[in-house]
T-cell receptor, first 110, second 111 residues
């Protein structure tokens, strides 16, 4: 069974602060490493994703850092805003199969 | 362009009843997926279909069956519902770049 471990379970950050969420995986065959964002009552939506041939990808305030040797990748949210309050999931995988972490509930305080 | 649609949005079943959850996508994607989401456990893959005419088991397929009716539609059937199947069910579709697009979900309560 593939294992994906996501931490922390919950996170409280002040507006303007940095939010960091981590994801550790076991399967070295994974070749796609996305982060999804989910608001209450909605389905998840892709936020940002990375391939294993690069160590970092930045899109606006969101950055993925990827450490292939440690089998870990993380999501950094710079200048966190109350509108970023949501649940975040990592979902690494390959060949049409993706394995979701248990989620991190982020609360950005105004 | 509706994306991924799911019906029904909410359903209450009694133990032993059967039902089919419907999913359709209008993005011409080859791959479609069914997940269940339970508190504290993220999303777990039930079944997926890499292309029209093919289906494969995911992590938690027991108690479910699927049908890939055509490229647009992928249904999930519970033959004999159990309280352990109380969950939120999400359908997703994906194109060649692996991004999955999720529907709004079906909330199922089995009494």
């Amino acid at each position: 069974q593939q294992q994906v471990k996501q931490s922390p379970q919950s996170l409280i950050v002040q507006k303007g602060g940095i939010s960091i969420i981590n994801c550790a995986y076991e399967n070295t065959a994974f070749d796609y490493f996305p982060w999804y964002q989910q608001f209450p009552g909605k389905g998840p939506a892709l936020l940002i994703a990375i391939r294993p041939d690069v160590s970092e990808k930045k899109e606006g305030r969101f950055t993925i850092s990827f450490n292939k040797s440690a089998k870990q990748f993380s999501l950094h949210i710079m200048d966190s805003q109350p509108g970023d309050s949501a649940t975040y999931f990592c979902a690494p995988g390959n060949f049409n199969k993706f394995y979701f972490g248990s989620g991190t509930k982020l609360n950005v305080k105004p | 362009n509706a994306g991924v649609t799911q019906t029904p949005k909410f359903q209450v079943l009694k133990t032993g009843q059967s039902m089919t959850l419907q999913c359709a996508q209008d993005m011409n994607h080859n791959s479609m997926y069914w997940y269940r989401q339970d508190p504290g456990m993220g999303l777990r893959l039930i079944y997926y279909s890499a292309s029209e005419g093919t289906t494969d088991k995911g992590e938690v397929p027991n108690g479910y069956n699927v049908s890939r009716l055509n490229k647009r539609e992928f249904s999930l059937r519970l033959e004999s519902a159990a309280p352990s199947q109380t969950s939120v069910y999400f359908c997703a579709s994906g194109g060649v770049k692996e991004t999955q697009y999720f529907g709004p979900g079906t909330r199922l309560l089995v009494l």
